[in-house]
């Protein structure tokens, strides 16, 4: 049997749970499909920080799975802004697209798909604070919880990933498989506050900071900083 | 200004979701609120598996956080059984219960709630699939996404640990403050096959897998096993 690898992408400064839910998504769905193999790929094996107190370790480098099917890179805040600038890891998206069937995002990972210049032209969402960004990699932004282009897919923020990742087991494998999978991680969602009500978004307290973040992420870029400040 | 922990409870081999989710939501809290102290607590600081390819490392180790102010610890499948014979990490949570203002879990994690004497007497819940084996710790099993019994909340499987955080927030310090993380995490839940169908639950196809995860975490532990087994 051919074995197919869906590649997780770590860099340090992650945001946990852009990575953590998609990823127990599709280990869920590899478990009960032999032909799924499944990597959590870095620079190097070293454990990194992520942008909560817990750290983290890839079980691979990104030179042992050179060509991987399926990609996912999740996103962040500053240090992901500053990951735009990391050559290595821009490299290795850019190359695995050559071959992959698909490149995935969470949150402002798309961002790093952008960099990596995989949205030029396409529809691609975000994080709703970094809609606007998109622009500056050739993106037209959509608010969707995830958008489906084909080969790249892009979602939301953080949460969105276990939406997206489910989506992409129904569309490897069909409803019944995503459907075992969900009922795996019980995922029956019941947000305490119901369902977001964007008219309380608090857009005014966030501008300040995605200003911060860019400004923090990228001050070794100016170019880039001013591109993003200009859309957002 | 006096910083009250939350610890987040690390063993090997854990399902990586039910820490990820709520350990995201409460650092979200945490950056708002500076009284709020963020720990990952372990046996050791060394890197741990989950059961993902991910591996993980913990902030402190249970001797560095011995008072923590709220508690929650993870579940997972056979790994999490076989934790219900660790002395170290049964008599942390058993420690951490007389001082605490809460000990929350999130899935099969209520069980090490169990076993560590806390759930003697009152309503708990659990993973879907191992809800009746919480009688074997003189609980109640409730079918609810978290049970909420003052000093102990448990919650439902894997992904159920979101809501559970986001309940927390809300309890600490108000429907402002868990509106704004809901709004950073943007958990705005679109499961791709919508909510969970319970009608097509598949529950004979996992009555086995449960077995056979009992009996492969209790392996050492027959008694308890038995006890398990006797319920489910």
Do not use: N
């Not at 074995?3 to 340090?12: G, L, M, R």
């Not at 992901?80 to 850019?94: C, M, Q, S, W």
């Not at 030029?120 to 622009?135: D, V």
């Amino acid at each position: 049997m051919t074995q197919k690898t869906f590649a997780f992408v770590v860099y340090p400064g992650l945001t946990l749970l852009d990575l953590a839910g998609p990823l127990q998504v599709i280990t869920g769905h590899a478990a009960a499909d032999p032909s799924v193999r499944v990597a959590v790929v870095g620079e190097t094996l070293e454990t990194t920080e992520t942008d909560t107190p817990l750290r983290i370790a890839p079980s691979h480098t990104f030179d042992q799975v050179p060509d991987p099917s399926w990609v996912l890179v999740p996103g962040g805040g500053a240090p992901t802004l500053r990951a735009l600038g990391d050559e290595k890891l821009i490299g290795y998206l850019r190359r695995a697209a050559t071959t992959a069937e698909l490149m995935t995002s969470v949150c402002t990972g798309s961002l790093l798909l952008g960099q990596a210049g995989l949205l030029e032209g396409r529809e691609a969402t975000t994080h709703w604070t970094f809609l606007e960004t998109l622009r500056a990699f050739g993106a037209t932004p959509v608010r969707q919880r995830w958008a489906d282009t084909g080969s790249v897919i892009t979602a939301a923020g953080v949460s969105a990933g276990i939406d997206l990742a489910l989506h992409l087991v129904e569309r490897m494998r069909g409803e019944d498989a995503a459907r075992l999978v969900q009922f795996g991680i019980e995922y029956d969602p019941r947000p305490p506050l119901g369902p977001l009500d964007w008219s309380l978004a608090p857009r005014e307290r966030m501008r300040p900071f995605v200003d911060h973040t860019v400004r923090e992420g990228l001050a070794g870029r100016p170019e880039l900083r001013d591109k993003l400040l200009a859309q957002r």
